[in-house]
């Protein structure tokens, strides 16, 4: 089974400058979640999705940050405008929905390491 | 809101000796505990879960868990310790229900010295 997929793994940008970041989920999984992780830190959840519509994104900066995921399927995470604070690993993850205990986990990809300059 | 502490920010271990990762954790309701590795570069990994039923929770690569609901703790555990174990640990807990957020320790560097 292939697992959750992210584009790029690497992204340097100037403040104030755009970045989009592009997810895969695993197959048929139903739940897509975004985290950010800053260095020293665990993952904190910007964004979760079930299917194409929005479950929570308590957490997301909207005046900057926005997300989106067509036909419930992959996703993009944008940024714009960055500021230095947006330095972090960009973190995907997916779930499956089918109410065993199997859904509760979440299988994360690689990530996108951004640096802000 | 629901929290989860892992009070130690580093944890060396010699090969072949048992090692403990401690978190401990606050939430509303029952807790549903997490734990996840993650080794340079690379996104995280699940590693065993406790959702109800026996305390002791056995997962990936050896590693076990015990759910503690009085000490309100969930310390990740493993009888011997190998060089490929080192790596960063992250614990996290989500209350009961649906769409309830996962929420991450600060993570633990274990460290196993050969």
């Known amino acids: 089974e292939a697992g959750v997929a992210q584009s790029p793994r690497y992204k340097i940008i100037e403040k104030r400058q755009s970045v989009a970041f592009w997810c895969n989920p695993i197959?048929?999984?139903?739940?897509l979640y975004w985290y950010q992780q800053i260095l020293g830190q665990g993952p904190k959840l910007l964004i979760q999705f079930q299917n194409n519509g929005v479950v929570d994104d308590s957490q997301l900066p909207k005046d900057r940050f926005s997300a989106e995921r067509l036909k419930g399927v992959d996703s993009t995470l944008k940024i714009q405008p960055a500021k230095l604070e947006d330095s972090a690993v960009y973190l995907c993850a997916s779930s499956s929905l089918g109410g065993g205990r199997s859904s509760y986990e979440q299988y994360f990809g690689p990530g996108t390491r951004l640096t802000v300059t | 809101a629901q929290s989860v502490a892992q009070p130690e920010d580093q944890v060396n271990v010699a090969e072949g000796n048992p090692l403990t990762v401690k978190c401990t954790y606050s939430?509303?309701?029952?807790?549903?505990l997490f734990w996840y590795v993650q080794y340079p570069n690379r996104g995280l990994q699940f590693l065993l879960k406790y959702i109800t039923g026996d305390n002791l929770v056995k997962g990936s690569y050896g590693f076990e868990a015990e759910f503690n609901k009085s000490q309100t703790s969930f310390h990740l555990k493993k009888p011997s310790a190998l060089v490929s174990d080192s790596a960063l640990y992250f614990c996290?807990?989500?209350?009961?229900?649906?769409?309830?957020?996962?929420?991450f320790g600060s993570g633990t560097q274990l460290t196993v010295l050969p």
């Open positions: 996290a807990v989500r209350g009961a229900g649906s769409a309830r957020q996962l929420t």
């Open positions: 939430v509303s309701g029952n807790p549903y």
């Open positions: 197959s048929g999984h139903a739940t």
